[in-house]
């Protein structure tokens, strides 16, 4: 025992510096683990693709750091050969019920969570992609989240708070239609904040996919990238289709004469935000069933990746008979 008043023996000071040294060296390992298994997750053709590229070949698609890309190097009409809708039925079907299995064993397992985050221009597919893909999914553990203009509670909250009120719990899928990423896109290019506020905001955002990252919810975001002439032609089938009419508002006309500077505001953002655990896919999406087949494989493989497993049953269940 130490006496009162006494410094500790050198010695002992040497242990306890050993001592914390080793603890701060097992709790760096853990987090350098911890890192490579989420940015393994985030780059799944890596864990389940035998031989990438796969077909589709999504990694393809896949902004990797430091490589910046142009919207307009990226074909919005590519469909890797597949020539309609008919080519790709079975492959989709198949990659439907991948996700549909692997939810369920996510929704048991109740310790991780996955969130999607879908951006794209008007008319461009947001609503399509989320029925043309989760069909058949258990709505018990799939939420979708629309977020629309900001509330004035939400707007006396800092930006990221209706954001992170939504973010998945564990054991569900969470699809953000429009998501944090309205904060520096729409505000930029209506000037509703000064640039160097919403500059600022990429940080935020990095650090907050970041967050739930290490509290473990695989995070992937789709840009569904459509031309504008492909914009001009949906447009006008809603005009045309009275049925349709309600999803048109005049308000998107004036949205379009925006469009270069909503593809520099997107391009920046993606190439600022796509990191190694958050990636983005820049997804080509003139071919709604092209778009439907990659978005799809990509979650199949991300969630096979992430390997959610049932938990263990209740011990002693072999012995018990159920009686009449």
Known sequence: MRMAGRSAPATDKATDKAAADRAKAAADRAKAAKSRKIESVAAPERLVVAKPPARPDYPRYRVDPGKPI?????????????????????????????????QTRLYAEHDRALLIVLQAMDTGGKDGTIKGVFRG??????????????????????????????????????????????????????????????????????????????????????????????????????????????????????????????????????????????????????????????IARTIADTMEAMNPQYPPAEEGLEKITVPD
């Open 137 to 294: 999914v258990n709505p018990q553990g799939c939420q979708v989240y629309s977020f629309k203009v900001p509330s004035a509670d939400e707007l006396a909250h800092d930006f990221l708070w209706r954001y992170h009120n939504r973010a998945p719990q564990a054991g569900m899928i969470t699809i953000f239609n429009r998501s944090h990423y309205e904060d520096v896109l729409i505000v930029r290019v209506k000037n509703l904040v000064p640039e160097e506020e919403w500059r600022q905001r990429y940080a935020s955002i990095n650090e907050f996919e970041r967050m739930l990252t290490i509290n473990d919810i695989t995070v992937i975001k789709f840009f569904l990238h459509i031309s504008r002439d492909e914009q001009k032609r949906r447009l006008e089938s809603r005009l045309a289709n009275p049925d349709k009419r309600w999803k048109f508002s005049s308000g998107d006309l004036g949205e379009r004469l925006l469009w270069d500077d909503y593809m520099a505001a997107f391009e920046e953002a993606i190439n600022t935000c796509s990191t190694d655990h958050a990636p983005w896919y820049l997804v080509p999406a003139n071919k709604k069933w092209y778009r439907n087949l990659v």
């Open 70 to 102: 142009r919207t307009a190097d990226i074909d919005p009409d590519e469909s890797e050969g597949y020539q309609g809708k008919a080519d790709v039925t079975e492959q989709l079907a198949l990659h439907r019920n991948r996700i549909g299995d692997l």
